[in-house]
């Protein structure tokens, strides 16, 4: 039975979502193609502008990097990469902003707030917030020591958001390996997408609420024949006591080179010392047989994990709004719709 009990989720119902979603799998081959010149005539600065502000605010806080990279990857999995992410809740909007997966957890609004700004004042009206968060995730990533990638750009900007939506699309911490595999297949990613672009958390960090069950829970089971090493643990487990409130105390998911992008995220998959259950999963999950040999290979070679990534993220930024091509627009301020 430890077999079923690994996770919240029983294996049949993972298995039904599977199914589900890989039926619902929707990506919509007649919207308008992304292209590398959208704003050539219109904004041509653009890259250029995006890439100072990231420069400032990765400086500043390397942490920055990490905190528009998941911006990215939360408003993709919603709605398409619509800009959905960065609406505010008004009286008539139901932002995503306070969805489960976002919570007191998403931050780093300000500087898409500053690099809009920017952009206003250069070329007002042309550049849309969800191209904006695309370009500044690139650059985020180079800043802090990752590959660099060609942004298609184009993308409208929605006027709905997709609270609901936020909270069934995004994976979390304590989900069983297959049912995030299913939330990837139907936003048209692969397994392989998957285990590249969870390499994300080589920076950034994770709150005790997300790593608590980890933690506390069965490491023979999470973390396989590696079990993470009790120094490690009574380290989590400072920061991150069993009860009481501290679910904000972070802890940093590469605790190698926390604030570098490099491959030493799948270092410490190996040695069984994932700081999410989640991520652990992809390589001592019983269910890992296809992601187990990906995350061995990205351990290997940070050229293959680089090349993938780029892939990957690319991929995911392609993921479009349909409904945003025919009633989105171009924000003036990403936080609300224009009137
Ligand atoms: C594979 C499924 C994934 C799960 C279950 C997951 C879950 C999480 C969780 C629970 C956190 C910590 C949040 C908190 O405690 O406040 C986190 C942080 C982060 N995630 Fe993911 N994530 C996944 C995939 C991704 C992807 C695809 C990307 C981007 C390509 C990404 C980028 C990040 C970054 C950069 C951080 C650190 C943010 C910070 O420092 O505040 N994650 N993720
Ligand atoms: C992304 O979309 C652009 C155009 O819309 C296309 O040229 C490119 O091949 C796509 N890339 C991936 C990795 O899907
Ligand atoms: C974690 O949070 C508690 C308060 O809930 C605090 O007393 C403790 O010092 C924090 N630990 C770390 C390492 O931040």
């Known amino acids: 039975m430890a077999l079923i009990s690994l996770h919240s989720k029983p294996l049949l119902l ?9 039926l619902g799998n929707r990506l919509h081959a007649s919207d308008p193609p992304l292209t590398l010149d959208y704003y050539a005539s219109t904004c041509p600065t653009v890259l250029e502008n995006v890439k100072k502000e990231m420069e400032c605010a990765v400086l500043a806080d390397p942490r920055n990097a990490a905190l528009i990279v998941r911006l990215h990857f939360h408003d993709c999995f919603v709605q398409g990469c619509d ?3 960065l609406l505010d809740d008004t009286i008539t909007l139901q932002g995503e902003k306070k969805a489960s997966p976002n919570r007191n957890s ?15 004042s250069e070329c007002p009206g042309i550049v849309s917030c969800a191209d904006i968060l695309t370009i500044a995730a690139r650059d985020a990533v180079i800043l802090v020591g990752g590959p660099y990638w060609d942004v298609p750009l184009g993308r409208k900007d929605s006027v709905t958001a997709g609270y609901a939506l936020s ?8 989900e069983g390996l297959l049912s995030i595999i299913s939330k990837f297949l139907y936003q048209g990613l692969s397994v392989t997408d998957m285990v590249a672009l969870a390499g994300a958390h080589t920076i950034g960090v994770a709150r005790c609420a997300s790593f608590r069950a980890r933690i506390y829970g069965d490491l023979k089971a999470t973390s396989g024949h590696d079990p993470i090493s009790d120094s490690t643990l009574s380290k989590l487990k400072s920061i991150c006591p069993p009860i009481g409130g501290s ?3 972070i802890s940093a998911m590469d605790y190698v080179t926390p604030n570098l992008f490099d491959n030493s995220f799948y270092h410490i998959l190996l040695k069984g010392e994932g700081l999410l259950n989640s991520d652990q999963d992809m390589y001592s999950s019983v269910f890992a047989m296809g992601t187990k040999e990906l995350v061995k290979k990205y351990a290997e070679d940070a050229i293959a994990f680089f090349q993938q990534f780029s892939d990957s993220m690319t991929k995911m930024g392609n ?10 627009e171009v924000r003036r301020n990403c936080r609300f719709v224009n009137t």
């Open 14 to 22: 993972q298995f039904m979502l599977l199914i589900f979603f890989v």
């Open 247 to 249: 679910d904000n105390n």
């Open 106 to 120: 998403l931050k780093g609004f300000g500087i898409i707030d500053r690099i809009k700004n920017k952009l206003e």
């Open 83 to 85: 800009g959905s992410i």
């Open 319 to 328: 993921i479009t709004n349909s409904d945003s091509f025919i009633t989105g």
């Open 167 to 174: 909270n069934t699309n995004i994976p979390t911490a304590d």
